[in-house]
């Protein structure tokens, strides 16, 4: 019942900084957890980050003190602020919605039922 389109992808040089945005449209947004994860060429996906709805927030080590997860439930919208980007931070990034309570892991892609097409993020050296 939510559909979620990510935005703010691009090319960027080590060191620098991205904000990607994921707009969610359908449904009550600030009842849902929200997470951004991340596909790279020939890898599986992993986890970046999450906030569940009261705000709360769960970073995956290799991006603590990088990244900041934000959202802004009136403009129905979960932000990523990426800084000190290096180039193994190139990937996919994908945008997912928990609508209800489920017992898995945050960190576990099975735990969203809701998923948008992604924004490539490139980072050169």
């Known amino acids: 019942q939510v559909q979620l389109v990510e935005s703010g992808g691009g090319l960027v040089q080590a060191g620098g900084s991205l904000r990607l945005s994921c707009a969610a449209s359908?449904?009550?947004?600030?009842?849902?957890?929200m997470a951004w994860f991340r596909q790279a060429p020939g890898k599986e996906r992993e986890f970046v980050t999450a906030i569940t709805w009261s705000g709360g927030e769960f970073y995956a080590d290799f991006v603590k003190g990088r990244f900041t997860i934000s959202r802004d439930n009136a403009k129905n919208t979960v932000y990523l602020q990426m800084n000190s980007l290096n180039p193994e931070d190139t990937a996919v990034y994908s945008c997912?919605?928990?609508?209800?309570?489920?017992?898995?892991?945050?960190?576990?892609?099975?735990?969203?039922?809701?998923w948008g097409q992604g924004t490539q993020v490139t980072v050169s050296s």
């Open positions: 997912a919605a928990r609508t209800d309570t489920v017992l898995i892991s945050i960190q576990s892609p099975r735990r969203y039922n809701n």
């Open positions: 359908g449904g009550t947004f600030s009842s849902y957890d």
